[in-house]
């Protein structure tokens, strides 16, 4: 069944949790989608991940298009998130509208993200009275990670706490759908779910969120770089790939591979006539 913003907020009424990944290109968004993943967020991540970034910063709309329509190609029942990227609505309510437009347009996405708490609560309220349905994104906000000076874990303190306890409460009045929480202690998510009515997505933030979401390359074991605590690896598809892609090149060295089964013949005399 075809999830949408209406899924989430019965998801949240009836206590049923909710799974989303990240994916980025047709056939990941394919498996996710079979494996009845609810939502899929084609997230700014996606630099870091695919493009090899240090951080989110430098994603284009340019490459969230291009990605989300892969996705989009690929989900036939999960609903497809598609991330803003950095300074494509900060900066006012009209770019907001325009590149929140854009999205929905232009790659088959059914909703928008955009990180922060009161100070975007315009382009959101704009956004959603636009009819685009939006996912809110406070504690740990990966674009903001200059002011942070680093990666780092949000709502420590009293104030830090009530900046994102008051950040998720303006996010709901705005009029977002749901909101991700990035990076939290698990008290103070399990806070904010019990304080807001719309479902609140975890990602390193406790199992007390109704809902969770996590980097498909991370859970997968994919990336050796950097492995967050809070992602738990279900599968080790990095070593299996790297193990493959060792055989592979032995196979050919070796003229192993390819084999006759993998080989297409025609009839020798034909052939001779070309010689
Ligand atoms: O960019 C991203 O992938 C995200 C999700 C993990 C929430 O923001």
Known sequence: MKNTVATFAQAKGKNEKLALL????YSIA???????????????SLGMVSLGCKDTLSVTMEDIIHHTRAVARGASNALVIADMPFMSFQTSVRDALVNAGRLLKETGA??????????????????????IPVMAHVG???????SYGGF?????DETGARKVLDAAKAVEQAGA???????????????????????????????????????????????????PKFVKHYAEVGEQMRAAFKQYAQEVRDGVFP??????TVADDFLKKLY
């Open 22 to 25: 990240t994916a980025y290109d």
């Open 30 to 44: 394919k498996l996710v989608d079979e494996a009845g993943i609810n939502g899929i967020i084609v997230g700014d």
């Open 110 to 131: 059914q909703a928008i993200k955009l990180e922060g708490g009161r100070e975007v609560c315009p382009q959101i309220k704009a956004v959603v009275e636009a009819s």
């Open 140 to 146: 740990l906000m990966p674009q903001s990670v200059r």
């Open 152 to 156: 780092k874990v949000q709502g420590k």
């Open 177 to 227: 759908f749901a909101v991700v929480l990035e990076c939290i202690p698990a008290g103070l998510a399990e806070l904010v779910t019990r304080s807001v009515s719309i479902p609140t997505i975890g990602i390193g933030a406790g199992n007390a969120c109704d809902g969770q979401v996590l980097v498909y390359a991370d859970m997968l074991g994919m990336l050796s770089d950097f492995s």
């Open 259 to 264: 084999a006759a089964e993998h080989t297409f």
